[in-house]
């Protein structure tokens, strides 16, 4: 069978290529993805393959039954949303959208599981158990699309052993994925701080209370929650991005807003860092006159790989590939909704390499308006999806 996978994935792979051509021309943002979503619904008519629509208002969700379809549930999850970037590429399937792109590889995905769809429809009298594909809207905006399909019930429905999800990657070289057992990347939430003070000329300080001053204060202040609060063996990351002043060369304004981003690798003190950020900004503001008002909007949390399930789906991945394609991960500060779903059932998340030396294009970073993938990726793509769906034994 799993030969059998291989031979459709690499029969199918100029319509995969395709399907993710068709995806890229035309990007549609977090919860709008209304286009992408009639056309994984036209895919799956095609395939006759059953899904259902009442999870998210852009989700989709397919249906396939093997042999003795209560022996096992796995789920499959892509993402389908693209990004507010202008694309800069020039290639014949540019994005149409203006200033709309897929420049996370969500194209890459969507069209991976389209064909392992196919795949595992055409070949389900040969494997057993029951395969759900999730294709989910929003990856890259909050809440997510995730929290929004297990907030509507999508986990009581379809009740997973074990949930798969991939990601592009143009770090790792095109044939090769990566992976790594337990915390793999980081929570996320969004730090939104506004100085208030007392404004007026420059040449009089005295005169005002200094809300500049007193953020950079902050700023400095903060940093000591990731290197004396957290320990050293949490990986943790406190930035801020923006810092607006508004005033100009002879006034100080009257506030200050102050926007970043934290990250950790434990939920436990996450937790204790968010109630530090908002203790550190009121005091600081207090002690130099001012005051502090916090917003913190919490985000994805830590994405968990299954560590059983992730050694189960390495080899696998390495029967599949062989063990010089199977690589080893360190921990990343980046963020994903897919932790959702590692959060309410055993989850293997794992990054596909997508560079190519011969194709500088691929080399470029995710979020980047000139990202671009080696599409020959999708030759074994869906098979690697599909492969290790029907072979790993839930126990």
């Not at 993805?33 to 006759?48: A, D, P, R, S």
């Not at 420049?103 to 395969?131: F, P, V, Y």
């Amino acid at each position: 069978m799993k030969e059998k996978i291989k031979e459709l994935s690499k029969k199918y792979y100029h319509e995969t290529r395709e399907l993710r051509r068709y995806i890229h021309m035309y990007p549609e943002l977090s919860f709008t993805e209304f286009q992408t979503t009639e056309f994984i619904i036209e895919q799956l008519k095609e395939y006759n393959i059953e899904y259902f629509t009442q999870f998210a208002e852009t989700g989709v969700v397919a249906k396939i039954e093997g042999k003795n379809p209560n022996k096992k549930s796995i789920a499959i999850r892509a993402d389908i949303d693209a990004l507010p970037i202008e694309e800069k590429n020039n290639i014949p399937y540019k994005s149409k959208h203006k200033g709309i792109m897929h420049a996370c590889g969500h194209d890459a995905h969507t069209a991976s599981l389209l064909t392992a769809c196919r795949i595992l429809s055409l070949t389900k009298t040969q494997w057993e158990g029951t395969i759900w594909c999730i294709f989910q809207p929003a990856e890259e905006k909050l809440p997510g699309g995730a929290k929004t399909m297990l907030d509507n019930g999508l986990f009581h429905f379809i009740k997973p052993d074990l949930i798969i999800g991939q990601h592009v990657m143009p770090d790792i070289p095109a044939g090769k994925i990566g992976i790594k057992p337990g915390n793999f990347m980081a929570s996320s939430d969004e730090i939104y701080i506004t100085i208030q003070g007392k404004g007026g000329h420059a040449a009089l300080p005295h005169q005002l209370i200094d809300p500049v001053i007193i953020s950079a204060h902050t700023i400095l202040a903060m940093q000591t929650i990731v290197s004396r609060t957290i320990p050293a063996s949490i990986p943790s990351v406190l930035s801020f991005g923006k810092v607006m002043a508004n005033g100009i060369v002879n006034v100080i304004p009257n506030t200050v807003e102050i926007h970043g981003t934290f990250r950790t690798m434990n939920e436990q003190w996450r937790d204790k860092a968010l109630e530090k950020i908002k203790e550190i900004a009121n005091q600081t503001a207090k002690a130099y006159g001012g005051t502090a008002e916090v917003k913190i909007i919490k985000g994805y949390p830590v994405l968990y790989n299954n560590p059983d399930k992730s050694i189960t789906f390495k080899n696998v991945a390495i029967q599949f590939l062989g063990t010089e394609n199977v690589i080893d991960l360190d921990v990343r500060m980046t963020a994903e909704d897919f932790a959702y779903y590692s959060h309410n059932a055993p989850a293997v998340f794992y990054r596909l390499g997508t560079s190519n030396p011969q194709k500088p294009e691929t080399k470029n970073s995710l979020h980047s308006p000139t990202f671009n993938i080696d599409e020959e990726v999708l030759q074994w793509a869906p098979a690697l999806l599909a492969t290790t769906a029907t072979s790993i034994d839930i126990e």
